[in-house]
């Protein structure tokens, strides 16, 4: 009998252990999943003016480019957060709103979740609702009411997806995608849910959104996301088993470089999602110089708020002595004035995190280096003439021969390839691997999306579309890279769900026993903790008895 009781008790102490590892795949591993304020920060300010762009702490965006006068139009895309009602947050104080009201837009609100174990299965949850319809009017088109009801032919759809590779880009053929559905306010929040194997060590999740037709509202409402290990895993369908390419590197945000001052000096205020890397890049500077000049001893402690010395103000001419011999007009022509030593920054407390580095200029400007061309998803201008009413974007392909997205010595340009911008409506460009980079002169600010396609026998080790910004008077260049025997990727297939009736409930899933039994751990755990402490009761009363 003592024997059986301590074979009960040990195995108890097995399932107790076993219940806290289910617990721990069920930790929701977002930051900031309910898309709250308060205690997780307030809302972010990405874009200001009519149209702003605030987005709760922990997420980033990505809007499609525009398509036509009145589709996708990202420009006039506002997102903020949502008390409610109509609706109510779905929990919590907060929802997200992504407004595109008498246009049409698609959006990916999304989030890159580190620490994951390669090989991991990971799932994700997401709660939604749309409301897209047009306002009641007059025969003379008159507002006469300021409410509808959400409209199923405004083909406003909803759908979440996780990139196992961690990228930010949501037409990346890898991500594992739920079915589209159609969350009309009438059948009011609705759950999609979608489960893939991570790559490597860091996934993404996608909350994305699209409409076919515009009309004069046209909201999504977001609430209540989660992403926690477990799940069915899997790849995205169609996805060739083999390796196709060398893996993406990060993707830094786009940083907008910020105008030089009245004395000449560049000083940066670091914006959320912004890197030292990102912002080096946008300058066309290197991480050393901005490490130097503000005395930072860690890349990676920057804040928003912050002030970063990007360029130092030039020495004022009338500060010079003037040189002997040489008249008093101007110093030898080799003489220069000796550096100075930036002091330490000193930071001022404030509450949480935001505080601002102070550091006083220096008197010379840095040596100047360019950096090696990158992949990116956005890209900085590299020179500005503010007399300008457009810009241009430089393209170029190049043979990677080592694959590692970057053009080296020996690395020559490649023919037969195909650049276009804004899918041929701004240009195309067959390379002739003599002539580049070419540029599309003449194009009017904005965005643009630049696509290559390889030549025969070659596979882009670059990304194969690149998102830029255009300034007036601006030259932006892009390189792409291919290599010989590197197989494409294949588009995703169609989804083959289709949308949802806008009266249809939350997506339900067959759930398999071994989910049932994880479903219920938590009161398994609590019935045999109880089992255990009778058992050690009973070895108790035998131990007394003899």
Sequence with gaps: MLKFWLRAAAI???IVLAGGAVAQAQTNLLQNGGLEEDAFGPYTGRRGGEFPIYLPNGWNVWLASPTGDRYNRSERTAINPHPGPGPSPREGRRALNVDCGFFTCTAAIYQQVGGITPGQNVQASAWAQVKACDLPKDANGNLIGDNCGSAIESGAQTRIGIDPNGGTDPNDPDIVWSSYIAPHEQGGWQQMSVSATATGDTVTLFLYSTQTNFA????????????????????????????????????????VPQAPQDDGSIVHTVQAGDTVDSIAFAYGVTRTQILELNSLADPRIIVPGQKLIIKPA??????????????????????EPPPVEPPPAESAAGEGTNFEAVVETPTTAPPTHTPAPAPVTAVASSAINPAAATGQVCVLLFNDRNQNRIQEVGEELLSGGKIALNQGAAGSYDTDGVSEPF?????????????????????????????????????????????????????????????????????????????????ISGLLVFGLAGLVLLGGLGMALVLRRR
């Design 314 to 335: 030039a020495p004022a001419a009338a500060g010079r002595e003037p040189a002997a011999g040489a008249g008093g007009d101007q110093p030898p022509a080799e003489q």
């Design 12 to 14: 108890g102490c097995l």
């Design 439 to 519: 540029c599309f002169a003449e194009l009017a600010a904005g965005d643009y999306v630049a696509a290559a396609s390889a030549p025969a026998g070659y596979g882009l080790t670059t990304p194969a579309q690149l998102r830029v910004r255009l300034n007036p008077g601006a030259s932006v260049n892009l390189t792409f890279g291919a290599a010989e025997g590197v197989r494409p990727a294949l588009p995703p297939p169609v989804d083959a769900g289709g949308l949802v009736s806008e009266n249809a409930g939350p997506e339900t899933d067959t759930v398999s026993l071994t989910d049932q039994i994880l479903n």
């Design 216 to 255: 004069d509202l046209n909201r999504t409402y977001w609430d209540d996301a989660s992403l926690t290990g477990g799940g069915a895993g899997g790849a995205a369908p169609g996805q060739p088993a083999a390796t196709l390419a060398p893996t993406a590197p990060p993707v830094v945000g786009f940083v």
